[in-house]
């Protein structure tokens, strides 16, 4: 059987592939790998010992304050100025006060909805117009409110409604044509609900 080169070529190209993604990988954790200490690095397998009694010259003693530390880009410094952005946190005496203002208020809201629930509706009926507002339609709640103030209560909304045309006297004239300004529409309450 007769060797082709493609039979080569194509195992080459996937540990070509291979070795750059370990290369690139390899320069990737060696570019973003954390700043040691300044300090001479350890030499494998052997280690001198600290000399204790004397300190070094380049280093700051402790107490003394130290030269300016060099922003670190790492992960761990951005979760800490993650940290440092946050409100601070109460105190229980506080979280305690601000539980019972909420829990206060809570029940005010709640005893002014049921207290408004309390009250009584009752239904009355009449006849009372609806005036025409402004942009000419009726405005029946004002004629429900009208329609309950006239039977002791404070205000009202409309259930039932009806409407009636109001011609003027100029219509019963025999053999006059009638105009379009002769007749209106009015509209009346007829029943409301009443507080």
Same mark, same amino acid.
């Given at each position: 059987?007769?060797?082709?080169?493609?039979?080569?070529?194509?195992?080459?190209?996937?540990?070509? !592939?291979? !070795?750059?993604?370990? $290369?690139?990988?390899?320069?990737?954790?060696? /570019? @973003?790998?954390?700043?040691?200490?300044?300090?001479? *690095? *350890? !030499? $494998?397998? @052997?280690?001198?010992?600290?000399?204790? /009694?004397?300190?070094?010259?380049?280093? *700051?003693?402790?107490?003394?304050?130290?030269?300016?530390? =060099?922003?670190? *880009?790492?992960?761990? #410094?951005?979760?800490? &100025?993650?940290?440092?952005?946050?409100?601070? %946190?109460?105190?229980?005496?506080?979280?305690?006060?601000? %539980?019972?203002?909420?829990?206060?208020? !809570?029940?005010?809201?709640?005893?002014?909805?049921?207290?408004? $629930?309390? &009250?009584?509706?009752?239904?009355?009926? /009449?006849?009372?117009?609806?005036?025409?507002?402004? #942009?000419?339609?009726?405005?029946?709640?004002?004629?429900?409110?009208?329609?309950?103030?006239?039977?002791?209560?404070?205000?009202?909304?409309?259930? #039932?409604?009806?409407?009636? =045309?109001?011609?003027?006297?100029?219509?019963?004239?025999?053999?006059?044509?009638?105009?379009?300004?002769?007749?209106?529409?009015?509209?009346?309450?007829?029943?409301? $609900?009443?507080?």
């Amino acid at each position: 059987m007769k060797a082709r080169s493609d039979d080569f070529i194509v195992p080459a190209r996937a540990h070509v !592939a291979a !070795a750059a993604a370990m $290369l690139t990988m390899l320069l990737l954790t060696a /570019g @973003v790998a954390w700043p040691q200490a300044a300090s001479a *690095p *350890p !030499a $494998l397998g @052997v280690q001198e010992p600290a000399q204790q /009694g004397l300190p070094q010259q380049g280093l *700051p003693q402790q107490g003394t304050p130290g030269p300016a530390r =060099e922003e670190n *880009p790492g992960l761990l #410094n951005e979760i800490g &100025k993650l940290f440092d952005k946050l409100p601070p %946190l109460k105190g229980p005496q506080e979280t305690i006060e601000d %539980l019972n203002a909420r829990a206060r208020d !809570a029940a005010k809201d709640a005893s002014d909805s049921l207290s408004r $629930l309390a &009250k009584p509706a009752s239904m009355v009926s /009449g006849r009372m117009i609806c005036p025409v507002s402004a #942009n000419g339609s009726p405005d029946c709640k004002l004629g429900a409110d009208k329609l309950c103030q006239s039977k002791g209560y404070k205000e009202g909304r409309s259930l #039932n409604t009806d409407s009636a =045309e109001t011609c003027s006297a100029k219509v019963l004239i025999p053999g006059r044509p009638r105009k379009p300004d002769d007749c209106r529409t009015d509209n009346y309450v007829t029943s409301a $609900l009443c507080q």
